[in-house]
């Protein structure tokens, strides 16, 4: 008695495992794509609603002498996602450890506006963004008006670690005209936002850094 057998063959399984296959790495690809715009656009918000936090406690003042990482965090300036609960207690200070969305450190801290040592201006610095998100960061019209009170910005793309973004930190903190990188609002040739292809030049790394100035 013959017995009819059904069934696939080795090279139509193959052929399926190959479908699979690319159906599963451009579903990778998609979803990684999402996320990076998704962390973008978080560190979008975190950024700004820490510069607005900020200008409007330090309103009625004449500097933002003291202000760091940890007076931010104990003023209920930082959202509570970007730092870890449990570790508040007693006095911070400028160790304090705030995360961006991408997994990077945030510092803040008082700035020089027209001289040293004024504190007349405040620096939001983060690390450890990606290329892509870099570049979508640096083309963000992020606003040059008085209500914003951003004075510039800085990227540099070497930035994935502390002392890197604090080294740019100062730089941005000591003045605006001598440091080479600087985007000002208004200024012809390095202006706000970025163009793309400067944007680009300055996210160059893999990992990079950006620092906001807010007056």
Request: proline share 2%.
């Amino acid at each position: 008695m013959r017995v009819n057998e059904q069934g696939r063959s080795m090279i139509e399984m193959l052929g399926v495992l190959a479908i699979v296959g690319v159906l599963s790495v451009g579903g990778i690809a998609g979803y990684s794509k999402a996320m990076n715009k998704f962390k973008t656009n978080k560190i979008s918000d975190q950024v700004q609603m820490i510069s607005t936090n900020i200008r409007t406690l330090f309103s009625s003042q004449r500097t933002y002498e003291g202000l760091n990482n940890g007076m931010a965090v104990q003023a209920g300036l930082v959202p509570s996602e970007m730092y870890n609960a449990a570790s508040v207690s007693g006095s911070l200070d400028s160790s304090f450890k705030i995360t961006n969305a991408f997994g990077g450190s945030v510092y803040i801290a008082a700035a020089d506006q027209a001289s040293t040592g004024d504190n007349m201006a405040f620096t939001i610095a983060i690390d450890g963004v990606p290329q892509s998100s870099c570049v979508s960061i640096a083309t963000t019209d992020w606003g040059g008006d008085t209500g914003s009170g951003l004075a510039a910005m800085y990227i540099g793309a070497a930035a994935s670690g502390a002392a890197n973004t604090l080294n740019q930190l100062s730089a941005v903190t000591a003045g605006l005209s001598a440091v080479s990188g600087v985007h000002t609002p208004g200024d012809e040739e390095d202006g706000l936002p970025y163009s793309i292809a400067k944007a680009n030049a300055a996210c160059a790394a893999n990992e990079n850094g950006v620092v906001w100035k807010y007056f």
